[in-house]
Each structure stands twice: as structure tokens, then as C-alpha cells.
């Protein structure tokens, strides 16, 4: 079956504009988990959604915010955005909520602002 | 707070070698744990994990990975690198639906 599909794969924004991510997790899956992985901080846990509702959100500023449709399908908006935003932002799903399934990772969005 | 510490950021081994990779958690109980590897440019991908029972787990690829309690520990190994291994490599901690993750170790291989 199908992996998770990040799109768009690449994107280029200038400070200040919004953007908007997307992923589609595995049919079935119904936990989907948003991570930002730069060099200088790494792997950070942004939010995860399990049936259309937050569960778990990490320690980012409001202007990250996310959604997930019925379908679990779930985007990542990022607004007003800074420089520091340059990330490569991974979207995993799981079967149900991360806590103890197998989480299966997209191959990301690298979002360069300038 | 939990928190995962991968004391080696940089570790280069020979094709055929013997890998550890280091992993020391801090957390109160016993913590869900993985290892995920991830290619240049790539998503990251499950290699084992950890929930209870057996503390030596085995993975894909030949690697294995064993939970040591008394020492917050969760160290990958391979018997025998390959070319192909080199990667970087992550640990994480999974707990209350929170995942941390590891700052990584970047493995080279040489021939």
C-alpha cells in the first residue's frame, strides 16, 4: 500500500507570507504527527492529530497550527513567516496514537524562507 | 521532562565492523523506544523498537538494539557494517503521546 505523500516536496517562501503543508497518511492510519528537523535543533515534535483532534502539541508559537479531515488527511499552516522557519518538516502516521504503534514517516517538506 | 542524550554525534567505522550506537534516556517509567535511520534527503525509517518484554530486540537490516533499565540505555548494534549503512541515526523516547527525539549520529563507513 501506499506510503505517506508530503506535498509539496520543495517550496520557497519569502518572510512574512503563510504556507500551508500537507500530508496524506498510510489508508487506514488514523494518527498523523507533524515533526520540524533542522540542524541546530534537530528532531522537534510539532503536533499530533488522531480522529480530527489535537492530542499532543509541542513547545512551538501559535503561528504553527495544523489540521486533520476526515479522511486523515492533515495540513500544517505556518504563518507569518521568520527565517528560522527553514526547516525540512516531516509528517508521520500511525495506525492509532503514537504512543505505542509504529509511526511511519513521509520523506518531508523542505521549506526554505528568504 | 523526558529527554534522550546520543552522546556521539559522529562515528566512523570500517566496512565490516562492529557499531554501537549510543542512546541513554531520561524518563520516569519505562518509556516506548525506537531507532529510526534516515538517508540524505529522506523521511526517517523504523529500524526496531522497544514497548516490554525481551530487553534485546531485533530490526530490520541486521541491527539489534538492547534495553538496559538500570543504565537508561537503549544502544544499537551491528555485527557488520555495511557500505550502505551509513546514514544518520535516531533514538527516541515515546511517552503520554510525546515523542522526543535523539540529536542524531551520523555514521560513515568507510571501505
Known amino acids: 500500500k501506499a506510503g505517506v505523500t508530503q506535498t509539496p516536496r520543495y517550496l520557497i517562501k519569502t518572510r512574512g507570507q503563510q504556507v500551508t503543508l500537507s500530508c496524506s497518511p498510510i489508508?487506514?492510519?488514523?494518527?498523523v504527527s507533524w515533526y520540524q528537523q533542522t540542524p541546530g535543533q534537530g528532531l522537534q515534535f510539532l503536533f499530533e492529530?488522531?480522529?480530527?483532534?489535537?492530542?499532543n502539541k509541542g513547545n512551538f508559537p501559535g503561528r504553527f497550527s495544523g489540521r486533520q479531515f476526515s479522511n486523515s488527511r492533515s495540513e500544517m499552516n505556518v504563518s507569518t513567516l521568520e527565517l528560522g522557519d527553514s526547516a525540512l518538516y516531516l509528517c508521520?502516521?500511525?495506525?492509532?496514537?503514537?504512543?505505542?504503534?509504529?509511526?511511519?514517516f513521509g520523506q518531508g517538506t523542505r521549506l526554505t524562507v528568504v | 521532562a523526558q529527554s534522550v542524550t546520543q552522546p556521539d554525534i559522529h562515528i566512523t567505522v570500517s566496512e565490516g565492523a562492529s557499531l554501537e550506537l549510543r542512546c541513554n534516556y531520561s524518563?520516569?517509567?519505562?518509556?516506548?523506544l525506537f531507532w529510526y535511520v534516515q538517508s540524505p534527503g529522506q523521511g526517517l525509517q523504523l529500524l526496531l523498537k522497544?514497548?516490554?518484554?525481551?530487553?534485546l530486540v531485533q530490526g530490520i537490516k541486521g541491527f539489534e538494539a538492547e534495553f538496559k533499565r538500570s543504565q537508561s540505555s537503549f544502544n544499537l548494534r551491528k555485527p557488520s557494517v555495511h557500505w550502505s549503512d551509513a546514514a544518520e541515526y535516531f533514538c527516541?523516547?515515546?511517552?503520554?503521546?510525546?515523542?522526543?527525539f535523539g540529536t542524531g549520529t551520523k555514521l560513515q563507513v568507510i571501505p
Open positions: 492529530y488522531f480522529s480530527e483532534t489535537q492530542r
Open positions: 524518563y520516569g517509567a519505562t518509556p516506548y
Open positions: 522497544y514497548f516490554s518484554g525481551d530487553t
Open positions: 489508508s487506514g492510519h488514523r494518527s
Open positions: 508521520a502516521s500511525s495506525l492509532t496514537q503514537v504512543q505505542n504503534t509504529e509511526a511511519f
Open positions: 527516541a523516547v515515546v511517552s503520554y503521546q510525546k515523542v522526543t
